[in-house]
């Protein structure tokens, strides 16, 4: 029997991920495993409680966390699989024992993998031993014990062989799939989508995550959409608004969606900048799901597949964007977004995440 995690979130916790489409992925996977049949295990995630809580509190929490999941996991007989979404939210210490107990069992444990803190410290140059260690005993520890696991892609794949993680296990997914349930194809056809109109960009749009978005160059037009939006609007760069995931894909219009990440619009700089060169960011699916090409950064792990699949184009910096917008011509817009509506039909449907979960 097939099975897989459902991390209950405390009212506190989900609060304010209406609009955000941090939860997206999760959700459509969730969706998906049960369609294939999967039953669910249901954990209550109680870090708030946590997060509150002296050191010595702390530390009990663990070993609560860890008594929660063999308590809910029990019940598995031997030639089952587990399905676990991972970073797990109801993040403790000793999830790698979780797997082995499992494994030793009889059962197999499948990750499959959203985020990897793990890989993004590997850019920053500020970790602490005690964030190093807790990396190691949370993420690393259950890479290595798990069965199987979905990654994003080739790149994520080789930097964690090279991080002494058995690569034989691991499938690559390609690109995240983005259901759209009921999609309505007449809705969406009344979008103005136009190789002359503005740029769009979707998603977290704080200073933190997304600097580059208070630094875009004037001589191209922008329309963004998302939350934590506190910067100027002008001629070129029109603020339109938050929406919910499944409404976002009918109220975007522009030419391309941008996949950009860091601080500036000279390239893709700091954490979150170089962390595109190993994972799949999850607006790229949200860009072709809704049938729009999209412009990438020419170094992100992506970039290799939307040229190939000819849903878009790289770009070295955001600072060349109207000189390449200028020289595109009608046909090869034409043909950029009719691939991409190809495309959206299989990222609708969780054609990708099938295809890796047979492989298992």
Request: glycine residues 6%.
């Amino acid at each position: 029997m097939n099975y897989y995690i459902r991390e209950i979130l405390s009212e506190q916790h989900a609060k304010g991920q209406e609009k955000h489409a941090g939860g997206k992925a999760r959700k459509d996977i969730n969706q998906l495993l049960q369609s294939e049949g999967a039953k669910n295990i249901d954990i209550p995630v109680k870090n708030e409680e946590r997060e509150e809580a002296n050191l010595f509190r702390k530390v009990g929490y663990h070993f609560c966390s860890l008594r929660r999941w063999i308590n809910q996991l029990k019940a598995m007989k031997k030639g089952d699989t587990l399905y676990v979404q991972f970073p797990i939210a109801d993040h403790f210490i000793f999830q790698g024992f979780v797997f082995e107990w499992l494994k030793r069992r009889g059962i197999k444990v499948v990750l499959m993998i959203h985020d990897l803190t793990l890989l993004r410290e590997v850019f920053g140059d500020d970790v602490s031993f005690k964030e190093k260690i807790r990396l190691h005993l949370e993420e690393k520890a259950a890479l290595k014990k798990c069965s199987k696991m979905i990654v994003h892609n080739y790149r994520m794949k080789n930097y964690l062989s090279k991080m002494h993680i058995d690569q034989n296990k691991m499938i690559k997914l390609r690109i995240f799939d983005y259901l759209i349930p009921d999609w309505d194809e007449q809705r969406a056809s009344k979008r103005v989508l136009d190789r002359t109109m503005p740029v769009m960009i979707a998603g977290n749009l704080n200073r933190s995550k997304a600097g580059y978005v208070y630094h875009l160059p004037s001589e191209c037009d922008f329309h963004l959409y998302g939350v934590n939006y506190n910067g100027p609007q002008n001629a070129s760069k029109r603020y339109l608004g938050a929406f919910l995931p499944e409404e976002l894909p009918y109220v975007m219009q522009g030419s391309f969606g941008l996949v950009w990440d860091g601080e500036t619009s000279e390239t893709c700089s700091g954490v979150y900048g170089k962390y595109l060169q190993i994972n799949n960011p999850h607006k790229t699916s949200l860009y072709l799901a809704s049938g729009i090409p999209v412009i990438i950064w020419e170094k992100a792990a992506l970039a290799d597949f939307i040229k190939k699949q000819k849903v878009g184009l790289t770009v070295k910096s955001l600072n060349d964007l109207n000189h390449i917008m200028e020289t595109i011509t009608e046909d090869e817009y034409r043909e950029m977004l009719a691939n991409a509506r190809k495309l959206s039909e299989k990222l609708r449907s969780g054609y990708f995440t099938k295809h890796a979960l047979d492989m298992c």
